[in-house]
């Protein structure tokens, strides 16, 4: 059946009541399905397969724009621009076991571990789109960010909001613990988002600092240490240790003698 072969207000009329149902990509595509049909002599089943099939493609793309744009990545990352024999103390094999999503699946912790421009941020980027092309809510924050917002909640009584919303995200990813201005409440804060997500939502945390460090970090060791406990649990471990810096020994970092001097990493 061609186009042509259908009234013309038959066809208005088919439009319009996909459009109203939201099926814009079934309505772009009747034409060009329907003269398909004629050509190769489709049966209806098969022209109407084929039109669900666009729907679902367009529905799907617009779903992971909207998970994407709520994930609020800072950059875009991907596994296939990810150099694997760059780092050699990286654990290969648990990084491709973690792009199956199991740990999603399971509600596990991750921790990544090691000195900054090791690829932290780039496997959490990363991992986090897998995520979001496979259907889950991601949300990505900065532990600078996070910890501000946080705090911030306090002056208007929203934590419990805040920690309940951020609780229900399939992947909560929380990138770069470092060294920060310490606030009293910081470790509490903290503290009670990892206890709402503990055994129920995967976390991804990263850190260029030893687990020893985040006390100091968070303003309060006991409560840092209850919360290393509760992540340490179940949780898969990339420690990168004497990792290489993609930004001053990787492809795009300036020459040797251009870099100013650093002062080495401090020992944890």
Not at 119 to 148: D, N, P, Q
Not at 230 to 257: C, F, M, Q
């Amino acid at each position: 059946m061609a186009t042509r072969d259908v009234p013309p207000t038959l066809l208005e009329e088919l439009r319009r009541d996909l459009s109203r149902l939201k099926m814009e990509a079934m309505a772009e595509a009747l034409d060009d399905a329907l003269d398909e049909a004629q050509t190769t002599q489709q049966g209806y089943a098969t022209m109407l397969a084929g039109l669900v099939k666009t729907q679902l493609l367009a529905t799907n793309r617009k779903a992971v724009k909207r998970r994407m744009d709520y994930a609020k990545f800072p950059f875009q990352r991907h596994f296939n621009d990810f150099d694997w024999a760059f780092q050699p103390g990286l654990n290969v094999q648990l990084v491709k076991d973690l792009m199956t999503m199991h740990f999603v699946r399971q509600g596990r912790p991750v921790l990544m571990l090691g000195r900054p421009g090791t690829g932290k941020s780039h496997m959490s980027v990363a991992l986090g789109t897998l995520a979001v092309e496979a259907g889950y809510r991601v949300r990505f924050f900065s532990a600078s960010k996070l910890l501000a917002d946080l705090y911030a909640s306090l002056a208007d009584s929203s934590t419990d909001r805040l920690v309940r919303r951020l609780a229900t995200v399939d992947l909560l990813i929380v990138d770069d613990l470092r060294a920060v201005p310490v606030r009293a409440e910081y470790a509490s804060l903290l503290y009670e988002l990892v206890e709402a997500r503990h055994g129920k939502r995967a976390t991804v945390l990263s850190s260029n600092l030893s687990v020893t460090k985040w006390g100091d970090v968070l303003g309060n060791r006991t409560l840092a240490a209850s919360m290393v406990d509760r992540l340490l649990e179940r949780a898969h471990v990339i420690n990168i240790k004497n990792g290489r810096s993609y930004r001053t020994e990787g492809p795009d970092a300036p020459p040797a003698e251009d870099q100013p001097a650093i002062d080495p990493p401090a020992t944890s």
